[in-house]
């Protein structure tokens, strides 16, 4: 069973599909899935904001077991348990996916964990350390502290020294971004997170801003930037950010302004796999804790995306195919 869209819409377009019967071809392998990771950008190829040929079983992430490989291949091998992002049709129970773009698991790591970090850990990652590389004593704001991304964001940010501001939006999701230890938690569905933050630590205190939330978001955190400071806009879970006018960022202190995707920064498969390895060891040794905060039957993928729209997740979401 596969689940995926003929036609772009509401949650109630998710439909079953049949799954591809294809052997893998050049350069490809097939993995049986044990987890698929359930992610934003699912819901924005459901929506049509991110356009695909139709009909498409979605999601775009997973891990499994190797059952076949194609021509070409040849450093991995059937049997391996690896992990993936940015392969389309990982919403089934097989897919075959890109073999250079496939990581092995390290026995050391679940494969729950093992798929929580290929997409929002290592978009965590990039933004931490490549798009703005965070150092010693800079103060970064992070919003959405306890979802997926977010909450191990605050995690590599306070490794490299940083102060965290995070925002979130529950008394639950406010205790999970303290437990991550993020050093000042805002409930922004309760008060203007500019104001709150401009309160704790003066005007103008931030370095760079990590906004995965978007449109509601973007205008507080410009306000908050130090004069070549950087507003990092990574995700439109609340919608799109409008155009924005270069002398706004002359206006608010010479900022700079990025709109970063993940695979811009896993280009080679090098760059893939270094991260890749970078995470897994982080989480074998303890100093990186990933948190799954729902899983739910491949079947059930309509609730997830309800769940995650609804902003009741935190975490990494999964769906599991054998369930
Ligand atoms: P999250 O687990 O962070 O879930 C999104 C969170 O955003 C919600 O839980 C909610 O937290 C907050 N939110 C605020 N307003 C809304 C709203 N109107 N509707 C829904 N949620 C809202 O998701 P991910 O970690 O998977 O992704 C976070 C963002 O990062 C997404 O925008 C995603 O598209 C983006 N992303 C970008 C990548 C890139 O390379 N550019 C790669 C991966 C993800 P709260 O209740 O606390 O406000």
């Known amino acids: 069973m596969a689940i995926g869209i003929s036609t772009p819409g509401g949650i109630e377009n998710l439909i079953t599909l049949d799954e591809p019967t294809d052997d893998p071809g050049p350069g490809e392998i097939a993995v049986q899935i044990e987890a698929a990771g359930v992610n934003f950008i699912d819901t924005y190829h459901r929506t049509g904001l991110y356009p695909l040929d139709l009909p498409s079983i ?9 059952t076949a490989i ?20 990982s919403y089934a129970t097989t897919v075959n996916i890109v073999a250079d ?9 679940e494969s729950t964990d093992a798929a929580a970090l290929m997409l929002q850990g290592m978009t965590a990652h990039y933004l931490i350390t490549s ?30 020294g940083a102060e965290v501001f995070t925002t979130v939006g529950s008394p639950e999701k406010e205790a999970i971004a303290a437990e991550a230890g993020a050093h000042h938690v805002i409930r922004y569905d309760q008060v203007d997170f500019a104001e709150a933050i401009t309160g704790i630590a003066g005007p103008r205190p931030i370095d760079v801003v990590y906004d995965g939330v978007g449109a509601a978001t973007f205008e507080g955190g410009i306000a ?32 700079f302004l990025t709109r970063p995707t993940l695979g ?7 760059e893939l796999r270094s991260r890749a390895d970078e995470l897994f060891a ?9 948190r799954i905060g729902g899983t739910y039957p491949l079947s059930d993928a309509a609730q ?13 979401v999964l769906l599991i195919p054998n369930a």
């Open 264 to 270: 811009d920064y896993v280009a080679t498969t090098e």
């Open 304 to 316: 997830a995306h309800r769940a995650l729209e609804g902003r009741l997740t935190t975490g990494k």
């Open 224 to 255: 908050l930037l130090r004069p070549r400071g950087m507003m990092v806009t990574f995700g439109n879970a609340s919608g799109p950010v409008d155009p924005v006018a270069p002398l706004t960022l002359s206006q608010n202190g010479s900022l």
């Open 70 to 89: 194609g021509p070409e291949v040849s450093d991995v091998a059937t049997g391996d348990r690896v992990a993936w992002a940015g392969e389309l049709g």
């Open 282 to 290: 982080l989480v074998e040794s303890g100093e990186l804790v990933v």
């Open 131 to 160: 798009t703005f590389p965070v150092g010693e004593g800079n103060r970064v704001l992070i919003h959405a502290g306890a979802g997926g991304v977010g909450g191990l964001a605050i995690q590599l940010a306070l490794r490299a």
């Open 58 to 66: 979605i999601g775009v992430e997973g891990v499994g077991t190797v």
């Open 101 to 109: 773009r496939a990581v092995r698991v390290p026995d050391g790591v």
